[in-house]
């Protein structure tokens, strides 16, 4: 099955920097990459999502970067703020299923 | 738009009784999930539903068991609980399977613990 790894694991920022965490997937054939993030008390809630067949897309602050060939993807937080912070969790759903594999998760804490 | 929700938020019990976790959503998505949360483990899978009267185990189903009467609906039910089932349960639903470019929506959790 699929293998996602995740990190940080902690993530601890200034406000107004940039955060970036890092995932890597095992299965080639994952073709869908969603990020998602979670807030105390809630469930989790997709900010963006990437396919395999483009390199990276945009949101407002939010980025994501996708290396088919490295077989990684990452989030990209610009100016971060204190709202930001929340655990940021990926996925990917891997070839031969159609259920996703999560990371562990980054809790990503943001200082004013 | 009412979306996913779960019920109870919370919920204290005892080892050995039977406590039913519910998870309704009015979207008629097809695919529905229950997962639990854990310190340390991230999100686990514990069944899935790929539409009524249709369940699948996942990574984690020892001492759970759902049924899906209706696509809106799927309880989770622990039948004797045990203290290690004391957690953080999330139900999930998607349009269609998760690998074909459609992301999951998630409830906001029941946490549930077991005295």
């Known amino acids: 099955g699929e293998n996602v790894e995740q990190h940080p694991s902690t993530l601890s920022v200034q406000e107004g920097d940039s955060a970036v965490i890092k995932c890597t997937y095992s299965?080639?054939?994952?073709?869908?990459f969603p990020w998602y993030k979670q807030e105390l008390g809630k469930g989790p809630q997709l900010i963006i999502d990437?396919?395999?067949?483009?390199g990276e897309k945009k949101d407002q602050r939010i980025a994501v970067t996708l290396n088919k060939t490295a077989k990684h993807f990452s989030l990209h937080i610009t100016e971060t703020q204190p709202e930001d912070s929340a655990v940021y969790f990926c996925?990917?759903?891997?070839?031969?299923?159609?259920?996703?594999?999560f990371g562990r998760g980054t809790s990503l804490i943001v200082h004013p | 738009d009412a979306g996913i929700t779960q019920s109870p938020r919370y919920k204290i019990t005892e080892t050995g009784r039977q406590v039913t976790l519910m998870c309704h959503q009015t979207?008629?998505?097809?695919?529905m999930f229950w997962y639990r949360q854990d310190l340390g483990h991230g999100l686990r899978l514990i069944y899935y539903s790929a539409a009524a009267d249709i369940t699948d185990k996942g990574e984690v189903p020892d001492g759970y068991v759902v049924s899906r009467s209706k696509t809106e609906n799927f309880p989770l039910t622990l039948e004797s609980a045990t203290r290690s089932q004391t957690s953080v349960y999330f139900c999930?639903?998607?349009?269609?399977?998760?690998?074909?470019?459609?992301?999951?929506?998630f409830g906001d959790g029941t946490r549930l613990s077991i005295l």
């Open positions: 299965d080639s054939a994952s073709n869908y």
């Open positions: 990437i396919r395999s067949n483009v």
């Open positions: 996925a990917a759903p891997g070839g031969g299923s159609y259920i996703p594999t």
């Open positions: 999930a639903s998607s349009l269609s399977p998760p690998s074909s470019n459609q992301p999951q929506h």
């Open positions: 979207w008629s998505h097809s695919y």
